[in-house]
């Protein structure tokens, strides 16, 4: 049966149109009559639903809750201090444990299918996963792991990954994880602020063909992690090797049997996950997300806006270091199976992850639009040597995902096919724009806006902008759940308010520069802050800084974004010491520093010697001014700089031409 009306690749048309039958056959429809019956408020498409949900945002979101069978107590309340962002609380006498809510299952029907570089994959049941969370629960408790402690995870997109995650929450304990690609001061910005109990790392990993040794920083980084009482070696290179003062995670788990396991169900906006911000503009800001808020959203978000269903293959290509990691596994919570892949997506060749989802019966394929991009360029025309005939959804999120990469992916990949561009952050743990399957696919636009999500685009004035009439901030005004709980390490709440909510009285300003179409979508046209976002991974200039500021010939430093081939590029502009020459040696140990010091993707394209870095008056440097400069955009506030001559220097540069 075929999902769609396929229309021509124009821009009048849309791209991908979903057949009555098809939209019958939905969670969304299946939601619509949920709602019409318990409230007899009907709706005629997408549009009147979401109008519903954010004008009734008390009834929509508890709709929600019972809709998707949370397990779990709502208390007396959905929703106090509507009024007030920050300060919103959903559900503030409710309790939940977000663990319970994905080990629901208990059969032989496979949870998590996992693939690793060199082509091993490991099955494991829902059974069988929910008998793993037991024992690392148990584990974990036995160390004095409880609620509010935190669980540290350096590791691969893995099958222990997820059980150790929610082993964690299971004991109302918060779970953090970076992947093993950051470095050893990366790791430290992060798990060091937030002093985690235990400390589960792995020995190795495998990328690109090459096995890398992560010991070596497990060594350098555990030791300076104050109350650190437990670090647990997971053998994934299966060598046994370990550290002195580890303990490998066999030897960890050896003294239990599985058993039921009793959830810790804690208040509704407890917190579940720390996560961390790009660090911009120093070390990295510790988001915190709740137990409940997570779990809501992204149900909705599965369910309905992504059409995940019972039974169904969810895959996106991620590591443990962003968020998509973290919404990948809630698939779990809707009872689908979760496919694991770690590794290159392009090793041996660009098949390995088509090989690995349509071998198992993929429904939904996310990833980010680097790599689509990277696919188009390698002309890989996937529909003609793989069976996708059970893929109904395709994700794409990390960067705006272009006008001819749609017309790519209905091209190449699949003509009969639900593709969403998708947007959010870390700072939501999920998303405020994304696909759903009742409105048509147009090219280079992202579907709409998420159910419950009160979205804007404001003027330099605060005032909404109409469709098609400009772009500007993207606002959300009316509060949702899944907002972070606090930051860490923010007693009076000073750093949470100054990230959202200083532009705006009780509106959450996102920093996205966004455009909102005629046909009800978005288009984003990037960020309205210095971060940058190669490959559709947000990282910070301050994560570069600091490993730069090691190279002694250096005397400073200043990082941007160029919007480059569909994508963003790394800049780095450096000033040097008097005699010395930026030739190809210094280039190489700039990068490596980086590269080591911090990840592969701080990485810069380019390193470009200036002789001047333009600052304000209180000596901070102006990455946005540069970037705009770069791009042949105005700069705001030139009086502002103490030296404005020196953004000249930064004007048609030959070398950022190519």
Request: charged residues 25%; aromatic residues 10%; contains cysteine.
């Amino acid at each position: 049966m075929m999902q769609a009306q396929v229309q021509s690749m124009t821009n009048e048309q849309p791209l991908w149109t979903p057949t009555q039958e098809f939209i019958s056959q939905t969670n969304m429809a299946a939601f619509m009559d949920f709602v019409k019956n318990k409230t007899g408020q009907s709706f005629d498409d997408y549009n009147s639903l979401w109008n519903w949900s954010v004008d009734n945002t008390e009834t929509f979101w508890d709709m929600i809750w019972d809709f998707c069978g949370v397990i779990g107590d709502k208390g007396d309340t959905i929703l106090a201090d509507a009024d007030k962002m920050p300060g919103a609380k959903f559900y503030p006498n409710g309790r939940v444990n977000f663990a319970e809510n994905l080990l629901r299952r208990r059969d032989d029907a496979p949870a998590i299918i996992f693939r690793t570089e060199t082509g091993d994959e490991t099955t494991y049941s829902f059974k069988e996963l929910y008998d793993q969370v037991s024992l690392w629960s148990q584990a974990l408790a036995a160390e004095g792991v409880g609620e509010g402690d935190r669980v540290a995870g350096y590791l691969p997109n893995m099958p222990e990954t997820i059980i150790a995650m929610l082993a964690t929450a299971s004991l109302g304990a918060i779970w953090s994880s970076a992947s093993p690609d950051f470095g050893a001061q990366g790791l430290l910005d992060r798990f060091g602020q937030i002093e985690p109990t235990v400390f589960i790392a792995v020995n190795g990993y495998y990328y690109n063909g090459k096995t890398l040794d992560c010991l070596p920083k497990v060594k350098e980084v555990a030791p300076q992690l104050k109350g650190l009482k437990k670090t647990v070696i997971i053998d994934f290179l299966g060598t046994g090797a370990k550290e002195e003062n580890t303990v490998l995670a066999s030897e960890f788990l050896s003294a239990f049997t599985p058993k039921d396991i009793a959830f810790n169900r804690v208040e509704f906006n407890a917190p579940l996950f720390i996560m961390f911000s790009s660090g911009t503009t120093g070390v990295p800001k510790c988001i915190v997300h709740g137990h409940g808020g997570t779990l809501l959203q992204h149900l909705k978000e599965h369910k309905l806006q992504s059409d995940v269903r019972r039974d169904d293959k969810v895959f996106y290509f991620t590591t443990c270091g962003w968020m998509m990691w973290n919404w990948l596994v809630s698939a779990l919570a809707s009872e689908a199976t979760v496919l694991l892949y770690d590794g290159s997506p392009f090793y041996p060749d660009g098949d390995v992850l088509w090989d690995f989802t349509t071998k198992h019966g993929c429904t939904l394929f996310g990833t980010s639009a680097k790599y689509i991009d990277a696919m188009k360029n390698a002309d890989l025309r996937i529909k003609d040597t793989h069976d996708l005939s059970a893929m109904r959804t395709m994700t794409s999120t990390g960067s705006p995902l272009v006008h001819e990469s749609f017309d790519y992916v209905y091209d190449a990949i699949k003509s009969d096919l639900h593709l969403a561009s998708i947007s959010g952050g870390t700072d939501i743990v999920s998303c405020f724009m994304l696909g759903n399957p009742l409105s048509p696919v147009w090219r280079g636009e992202i579907q709409g806006a998420g159910l419950g999500m009160a979205l804007e685009a404001f003027d330099d004035n605060g005032k909404p902008i109409p469709a098609g009439a400009g772009s500007g901030e993207l606002v959300c005004t009316k509060p949702f759940p899944c907002m972070p709980v606090m930051f860490w390490n923010d007693e009076d709440g000073s750093k949470y308010k100054a990230a959202y909510f200083e532009d705006y009285e009780n509106i959450w300003c996102h920093g996205d520069w966004i455009e909102r179409t005629e046909h009800g979508g978005f288009i984003i046209h990037g960020r309205s802050d210095a971060t940058l976002n190669p490959g559709g991974v947000r990282i910070g200039t301050a994560e570069i800084y600091r490993q730069v500021e090691k190279i002694e010939e250096v005397t400073e430093s200043m990082a941007v974004g160029q919007d480059w081939d569909g994508d963003v590029r790394v800049i780095l502009f450096v000033t040097l010491r008097a005699g010395t020459v930026l030739d190809e040696d210094l280039i190489k140990r700039i990068k490596t520093e980086i590269r080591m010091g911090a990840s592969p993707r701080h990485m810069p394209a380019k390193v470009i010697q200036v002789t001047d870095i333009p600052r304000t008056k209180s000596n901070k440097i102006v990455e946005l001014a540069v970037r705009n400069i770069i791009h042949g955009r105005p700069v705001k506030n030139v009086e502002a700089l103490a030296n404005p001559e020196a953004l000249e220097l930064y004007r048609d540069l030959p070398d950022l031409k190519s």
